[in-house]
């Protein structure tokens, strides 16, 4: 059982910055990547950033440039740095983490955090 817990949402004027954070906790031997996914209303959810064990990461082209995607392996915690805000990314932001092992693909989800863009 793992448990995603995140924080960091809210509501910020257009420009400005907000930095979420996504921990896991329960039963974890590792996780391999991590990642944050959006979804506006009227829209599927669409993958935002991710990033590997590694260190490797991807964006969505909507937002290089404007956001960083990190991570803490130490704490299996993985953060979303968001500048430079633009209304269009409203949406409701859900981290997400691969658990798959050799016998399981799993993947565990938290319950989304909203951010609002707005003057």
């Known amino acids: 059982q793992v448990q995603l817990v995140e924080s960091g949402g809210g509501l910020v004027q257009p420009g400005g910055s907000l930095r979420l954070s996504c921990a896991a906790s329960g039963s974890i031997f590792s996780i391999n990547a991590m990642g944050w996914y959006r979804q506006a209303p009227g829209k599927q959810r669409e993958l935002v950033a991710a990033i590997t064990s590694g260190g490797s990461t991807n964006y969505a082209d909507s937002v290089k440039g404007r956001f960083t995607i990190s991570r803490d392996n130490a704490k299996n915690t993985v953060y979303l740095q968001m500048n430079s805000l633009k209304p269009e990314d409203t949406a409701v932001y859900y981290c997400?983490?691969?658990?798959?092992?050799?016998?399981?693909?799993?993947?565990?989800w938290g319950q989304g955090t909203l951010v609002t863009v707005s003057s």
């Open positions: 997400n983490a691969d658990l798959s092992d050799y016998a399981n693909a799993l993947d565990a």
